[in-house]
């Protein structure tokens, strides 16, 4: 009674403000006054402990969106509800990486390193975790051994939807240039990228209506899944039906996502500049970037496994890793075009292999899911980092 009441003499709750009201104070500072640019000159010690405090407020806020989001689900439904937040972050990650290339030095690499970076992440270290985390969830408290019918479920047909399209437009975009014989360097002709442009924006805009539409039933939970969780999420359903508006939650969820994208500009400067004093590799930068932007997804792939919403989690992580190589890509090569800027698409041949290898495992060959097939992708996630680092 109390909350109910709470919640109808306010809109917003303080606890939801004060990491929105925290990112904006920050965000003011690092805009409005030179402690940006000091501690950009200062030592490796002072950098970390700056790229520290500000890795925990981007942390704190993207928890908040993770709620939201999680609220988001439940009021419109699956997929409805991740689409939204996959939505949110890749139109401000896409206007993010527009400014750089817009603004910054020029980074023939910069939209390959930042596509490949989301792509290890969200298939390898986000999917790896998320396994892990539903498949503990699924066999807790179960003293006998295992059988086949306990391990979580996804939705065998979703699943393998998602996969072809990533499989399809990553490799037509990140490998196929280094083979291409209409240029010298890893990229097509004009003509070829305007074909790849159509392609990428007309295969998603069609998945999208699928999913959306008649096709909407292999995105939702699988049968065997769906009945495990039907009692907590209709409960579920009515208390926030009744207590968050979509209005609300939507303005929350939009907030702070705009804050934790502009904070996580400094946040990368700061990372370039730390790893320029410590003499570690340049390409960890975007990774470290890649990992704080996509924070909100990450977080809320991993509760919603937590949670026993297997089908939701895989829509995160597959929906996160489909929009960047189909929306990324059209997005640079029209600014690239227009700037007359290089873009190089095409990935180094040790990247070829990882990608491979990462496209291969998470291709579901049964629709139960296991802890084992977490800890592979950890593995491949783990290898690549120290790629980076060596």
Known sequence: MSSTAESTTSPFHWSE?????????????????SLLGWLLHQPATEVLIGLTVLSGIVLWIAKGITE??????????????????????ITIEVALLANTMLTG???????????????????????GISLLVASNQQERGLTSPVQVEDLASRNMT???????????????????PNFSRSTQSANFSTPLNIVLCIVATGVYSIFLAYQVGSYRQLFMEAPSQSMRLAAALQGKTAESGSERPLWQISTLLV????????????????????????????????VLVAMLILAP???????????????????????AALST???TVPAVLIIGELTHTNVILGLEPFEMVMLALTLLL?????????????????????????????
């Open 17 to 33: 403000l004060l990491p929105l009201g925290l990112g904006l104070i920050v965000l003011a500072i690092l805009h409005f006054s």
């Open 68 to 89: 939201q989001a999680e609220d988001l689900a439940v009021v419109l439904g699956e997929p409805y509800g991740t689409l939204v937040l996959t939505g949110s972050v």
């Open 105 to 127: 030095e020029a980074n023939p690499t910069l939209a390959r390193d930042s596509m490949f970076a989301v792509l290890m992440i969200s298939l390898t270290g986000v999917k």
């Open 158 to 176: 979703g699943s393998l939807t998602y996969i072809n399209l990533i499989t399809t437009m990553s490799v037509l975009a990140l490998i196929v």
């Open 255 to 286: 907030s702070g996502l705009l804050i934790l994208v502009f904070i996580s500009e400094s946040v990368g400067k700061l990372i370039e500049r730390g790893i320029s004093e410590l003499g570690l590799p340049s390409s960890i930068a975007g």
């Open 297 to 319: 997804e990450a977080l809320n792939a991993i509760q919603a496994a937590g949670k026993g919403e297997l089908q939701r989690t895989l829509n995160t992580i597959y929906g």
């Open 325 to 327: 190589i189909s929306l």
């Open 362 to 390: 998470v291709r579901p060959l049964h629709s139960r899911v296991n802890g084992l097939d977490g800890v592979m992708l950890l593995v491949v996630f783990l290898f690549w980092i120290a790629l980076q680092i060596a």
